[in-house]
């Protein structure tokens, strides 16, 4: 087997973390957008597994001594109907699985060997899960048609659209999916980057940044069921290199955001709305309280000077913006 170089293995694992962080965000969209669910929950899992992949292998880009990546790869954003979706997933996977197969071929290192065949596995079940859920949504949706077809009052229901979103509820639900999105990834980065330093800190930055994709999810569902689309951009990233100036970083953004989310709900008009909000900004006091803690374990004497410097976002900055 030909010995593929460190510069050859960092290319290689920066294309699958690319895909991996396009599949987690492709399931995530089609979770939202199937509502409520045992199936959505499957999926939501699914995407969390493609999470700790993006976790595993941006590891091992960091070890080889690589810069890790926060860039997507393509998301299939494709489909009407939840089978066409479903669809999308399956060729997702394929992908996926030719990928890390052909990698098999091209790497000797034990190790890492040993996380990729891990990883396919994974996929392998994905795959078989996803071709699943295909024959499933299309029976859900020959039954809908069918009783449909039998009462012609839920042809009318069918038909109905979502209420209106009120402009603010929207504003807020946008903004706070492009927050969440960009904390799901700077945890990641940051949980990565502290694991050889301190291992608490690393579990505890990638533990926040799953409860992050679940306050995306609440946002991403909110949104979705009111007729609206979901954005698939994130706010800027703040990447340093020094465990104690990510987890400033991190508290600045919890605050910043905690106090976004206040001036949110106090304009917010649909209780639904305004309760996932409120219950986020909840959380996002507890994740600034516990990076504090994590600081001062770091840092036992910190210096007043050191203090990070509160970002204040305001609804009417955001106005101002183009
Ligand atoms: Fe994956
Ligand atoms: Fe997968
Ligand atoms: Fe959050
Ligand atoms: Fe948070």
Redesign the pocket.
């Known amino acids: 087997m030909p010995q593929t170089d460190n510069a050859g293995l960092i290319q290689m694992l920066e294309a699958a973390v690319k895909d991996e962080h396009a599949a987690l965000i492709q399931y995530l969209r089609h979770a939202y957008m199937m509502g409520e669910g045992e199936l959505a929950c499957e999926i939501e899992a699914i995407a969390r597994e493609e999470m700790r992949h993006l976790w595993m292998l941006s590891r091992w880009i960091v070890r080889l001594g690589g810069q890790p990546t926060t860039d997507r790869g393509f998301t299939d954003l494709a489909g009407a109907t939840s089978p066409e979706w479903m669809q999308r997933d399956v060729a997702a996977e394929e992908r996926a699985i030719a990928m890390y197969e052909g990698y098999l071929t091209q790497i000797a290192d034990p190790d890492l060997r040993a996380d990729i065949e891990h990883i396919l596995a994974d996929e392998r079940r994905h795959h078989g899960d996803f071709a699943h859920f295909v024959d499933k949504t299309t029976l859900e949706m020959q039954a809908m048609a069918e009783a449909a077809a039998a009462d012609s009052g839920a042809v009318a229901d069918a038909g109905a659209a979502a209420p209106a979103m009120a402009a603010v509820d929207q504003e807020a639900l946008n903004w706070g999916i492009s927050h969440e999105y960009a904390?799901i990834l700077q945890y990641l980065v940051h949980s990565f980057l502290t694991m050889d330093k301190d291992e608490e800190i690393s579990s505890q930055l990638m533990t926040?940044a799953i409860n992050?994709m679940q306050h995306m999810g609440w946002f991403g569902e909110e949104l979705v069921g009111s007729g609206e689309e979901m954005p698939l951009t994130h706010h800027p990233l703040t990447l340093p290199t020094d465990p104690a100036a990510m987890l400033e970083a991190d508290i600045q953004l919890?605050n910043g955001?905690a106090a976004m989310y206040g001036q949110f709900i106090e304009q917010m008009v649909d209780p639904g709305a305004k309760g996932v909000i409120d219950d986020a900004r909840g959380?996002?006091l507890y994740?600034e309280a516990l990076f504090g803690r994590l600081l001062k374990r770091l840092k036992p004497v910190t210096s007043p000077t050191a203090a990070p410097t509160t970002k204040v976002w305001t609804i009417g900055t955001l106005k101002r913006k183009p």
Do not use: D, I
């Open positions: 904390a926040q992050e919890e955001t959380q996002e994740h």
